[in-house]
C-alpha cells in the first residue's frame, strides 16, 4: 500500500475521500499527458494525433478485460451523460412509449430522459427505490405496462451509496420484452461486473471516477445484436466501417460495432491518460485488490460511523460498494463539508438533499477513516 500511495501525490496533501466525484490520477498518468502535450507543442499536433486510433484500441482492449466482453463492443465517449444521450436518442422512441426510472438517479441520467417527455411524448414513470430487498422488483411490476420500452436504472446510487440489484433488474426486463440502460458511474472501476453474463442491453460510465481518469473521458458498452438497433444521433466519420465510407449522394455505411455512437476527432492527451490510468490499475494495483479494498474500506468506515449516535447513515451495510453518505444531527451537511476540508479531509457535498458522501477508494489507508472519525465525534469544536 505505501507504494502504491507513492504513486498518487494528492493523497500526500489531504485526507483524499472523493473518489466518487474525481478519482486521484495516477503519476503515470499526468506524466503521460504531460509528455504528449509537449510533444505537440515541438512537433505539431497533426504527427502525434496520428496515433490516436491506436490509444483508443488500447483502451477498448483494456476494458474488455475489464468487463469480459469484446473490445468492440465499446464506444468511447466524453462522459456518462453523453453515453446516456446516445442510448436515449437512438432508440426508436415515439409519443406514448414509457421508460421508467428509480427516484434516486443523477441528474445526468434524468435529464436525458426527461427530454425524451417534452420532445418525443415519451411516458417517463418513476418508482421509489427503499433500499429493501425485493422490493424494487414489485414496485417495477406495478408500473409496468405494455408500452414500458425502457428501464434505466443506476448500478450504485450516487446519493445514498446503495448497490442496486441490476441483475435482477436485468432479468426483469428481458423477461418482459422491455430494455435495460444501467448507470455504471459510482459501480465501474469499484466493483467487478461481467457484461456478459449480466446480459445488459446498455452500459454506460466516465472514466474520471473510478478509473483514476482524467475528466472528459468515458464509454458505452452495446450489447452487439443491438447495435443496429440504435440510430446514431451523431455522425462523423468515426462512426463509419471505413473513412471513405460516404458519396457526395447523402450515402454512408455507419459501423456495425459499437464505434458507430463515436463521430469526432477528441483529444488525445485525454486518451493517452486514461490509458495509462487503465493500465496502472490492471498491472500494478490489480483489479481483484481494487474491488477488494474498495468494499472493504466502506464497511470499516460504516461501522465506525454507526458508533456515532449524531450520525445518521444512508447507506445500508449489505448493498454498498464504495460510497457512504450520512448526515450529521444539528449541521447542514455544508458545514460538515467546509470543516472537514479546512482540516485536509476532502468529501463530497451533496446540497440538494443535505448530505455528506464519503468514497473509500483503493489507496485509502484506514488511519485516514479514522482520522474522518476523529473529526465526526467532536462537531462541537467545527
Known amino acids: 500500500m505505501d507504494n502504491l500511495r507513492r504513486d498518487f501525490p494528492v493523497l500526500r496533501q489531504a485526507t483524499y475521500l472523493n473518489t466518487g466525484s474525481f478519482g ?21 499536433r497533426e504527427l502525434v494525433h496520428s496515433g490516436l486510433a491506436e490509444v ?44 421508467l426510472i428509480t427516484d434516486i438517479e443523477h441528474p445526468g441520467t434524468l435529464l436525458p430522459v426527461f427530454a425524451q417527455k417534452q420532445r418525443r411524448g415519451v411516458v417517463v414513470r418513476r418508482v421509489v427505490d427503499n433500499s429493501q430487498p425485493g422490493k424494487l422488483i414489485e414496485m417495477l411490476d406495478a408500473v409496468v405496462t405494455p408500452r414500458t420500452r425502457l428501464v434505466v436504472c443506476s448500478q450504485v446510487s450516487y446519493l445514498t451509496g446503495h448497490r442496486l440489484p441490476v441483475e435482477e433488474i436485468v432479468q426483469w426486463a428481458h423477461g418482459r420484452g422491455i430494455l435495460a440502460l444501467v448507470d455504471g458511474s459510482q459501480g465501474a472501476g469499484a466493483e467487478e461486473l461481467r457484461l456478459r453474463e449480466l446480459d445488459v442491453d446498455f452500459y454506460a460510465f466516465p472514466g474520471h471516477k473510478w478509473l483514476c481518469g482524467p475528466e472528459g473521458t468515458g464509454a458505452l458498452y452495446v450489447r452487439n445484436d443491438l447495435v443496429s438497433l440504435l440510430e446514431p444521433t451523431y455522425v462523423g466519420t468515426a462512426s463509419l466501417r471505413h473513412r471513405a465510407d460516404w458519396t457526395k449522394d447523402g450515402f454512408y455505411l455507419p459501423s456495425e460495432r459499437s464505434n458507430r455512437f463515436e463521430h469526432s476527432t477528441s483529444d488525445m492527451m485525454l486518451w493517452v491518460g486514461w ?38 447513515v444512508a447507506t445500508p451495510r449489505d448493498a454498498r460498494v464504495g460510497l457512504v453518505s450520512f448526515q450529521v444531527t444539528g449541521f447542514s451537511a455544508a458545514r460538515v463539508v467546509e470543516a472537514a476540508r479546512q482540516r485536509g479531509i476532502q468529501l463530497q457535498l451533496l446540497a440538494a438533499h443535505n448530505m455528506v458522501r464519503v468514497s473509500t477508494g483503493f489507496y485509502n489507508i484506514e488511519e485516514e477513516l479514522e482520522r474522518l472519525t476523529r473529526f465526526l465525534q467532536t462537531p462541537e469544536n467545527w
Open 24 to 44: 486521484a490520477l495516477p503519476q503515470a498518468a499526468a506524466e503521460r499527458m504531460k509528455e504528449t502535450i509537449v510533444q505537440q507543442w515541438a512537433e505539431g
Open 56 to 99: 483508443q484500441r488500447d483502451i477498448r482492449e483494456q476494458l474488455a478485460f475489464l468487463y469480459h466482453v469484446e473490445a468492440d463492443s465499446w464506444a468511447l465517449t466524453d462522459s456518462t451523460t453523453h453515453a446516456m444521450n446516445a442510448v436515449l436518442w437512438g432508440l426508436p422512441l415515439v409519443a406514448g412509449d414509457e421508460v
Open 275 to 312: 490509458r495509462e490510468s487503465l493500465k496502472y490499475l490492471r498491472i500494478q494495483t490489480g483489479w481483484d485488490y481494487v474491488f477488494t479494498r474498495t468494499k472493504g474500506l466502506s464497511g470499516i468506515l460504516l461501522d465506525h460511523l454507526l458508533d456515532l449516535p449524531h450520525v445518521h
